[in-house]
């Protein structure tokens, strides 16, 4: 069971990585067509979540993508990774707390 919730994560962390360079590539485009202004804010946005997230510990930064990118509840999340809701939901409250620290001290830079 731990494998396959391994192997779903590995999958899950490639497929962001493949959607972030398209969106990458997406916003050099949008840079040299409206001379950059608010594509340059959207990357320095998306830098700053990119960062606090990976302020995170693994499990906590999982659960979090599962649930806001993934859209999955927090029973489907629980049953990926073999973990009780209620332990779920309490990583995840970890998770959120860590990341609201994070990302407000990469945006008051």
Do not use: C
């Not at 969106?23 to 409206?34: H, K, N, P, Q």
């Not at 806001?68 to 509840?73: E, N, V």
């Amino acid at each position: 069971m731990t494998a396959i919730a391994r192997h779903k994560l590995a999958d899950h962390f490639r497929r962001l990585a493949r959607e972030e360079n398209r969106r990458l590539r997406l916003v050099v485009r949008e840079i040299a067509v409206d001379g950059g202004a608010r594509a340059w804010r959207l990357t320095d946005e998306r830098e700053a979540l990119s960062q606090a997230l990976a302020t995170l510990p693994a499990l906590q930064r999982a659960v979090l993508i599962l649930h806001h990118a993934d859209g999955l509840s927090v029973r489907e999340i629980a049953v990926q990774l073999g973990k009780t809701e209620s332990a779920t939901e309490s990583l995840m409250t970890r998770a959120r707390e860590a990341f609201r620290s994070s990302y407000s001290e990469s945006t008051d830079v």
